[in-house]
């Protein structure tokens, strides 16, 4: 059973750092693009990052671009998304998707405040 699991939430501070990571399992994770996307309250779940299998193509939404830096580790079956210059609007749950399909993770909360 195919299954993405997202850890590393948690408060950050503006201007400040966090990493996310997410581990796939179920499927073999070499062969597929992967994706972050963010839900805010009351708002739509919105694109953040996108990764190809090799990582020779990687997309950023403006809103994160050049604070943002998604990775992967084929060897580990992980996705990560490292997050700097932290601002209070990326505070979000932060979601680990496979953008084949309908596999999504369970989400990890990410809060930016001082």
């Known amino acids: 059973q195919a299954q993405l699991v997202e850890s590393g939430g948690g408060l950050g501070q503006p201007g400040g750092s966090l990493s996310l990571s997410c581990v796939a399992s179920?499927?073999?994770?070499?062969?597929?693009?992967m994706r972050w996307y963010r839900q805010a309250p009351g708002k739509e779940r919105e694109f953040v990052a996108h990764?190809?299998?090799?990582?020779?193509?990687?997309i950023y939404a403006n809103p994160v671009k050049g604070r943002f830096t998604i990775s992967r580790d084929n060897a580990k079956n992980t996705v990560y998304l490292q997050m700097n210059g932290l601002k209070p609007e990326d505070t979000a749950v932060y979601y680990c998707?496979?953008?084949?399909?309908?596999?999504w993770g369970q989400g990890t909360q990410v809060t930016v405040s001082s």
């Open positions: 179920g499927f073999t994770f070499s062969r597929y693009s």
């Open positions: 998707h496979r953008p084949d399909g309908t596999l």
């Open positions: 990764i190809s299998s090799s990582s020779g193509a990687i």
